[in-house]
């Protein structure tokens, strides 16, 4: 099963990573992504781990996960 993520919750991690790679991540910021990571994952029924984690991956490593859409969508073909 995909995980599902939304855009506004892309974009905290995305502001999370910027903050942590400037050594600037202020709790707040922390705290958003958190909270929105929990809600997230109460509202669609998914694992916050797995959101936490997808989330991450996505943002951190958007190579990765392009070549891993890739090659997914190529395996259903």
Known sequence: MAIELSDGLIQLEEKAWAEIQAKELTVETAAAVQAAIKEHAEATKQSRY????????????????????????????
């Open 50 to 77: 797995d959101v936490e984690m997808e989330t991450k991956f996505r943002v951190r490593n958007p190579e990765a996960y392009e070549e891993r859409e890739r090659r997914e969508a190529a395996a259903k073909k």
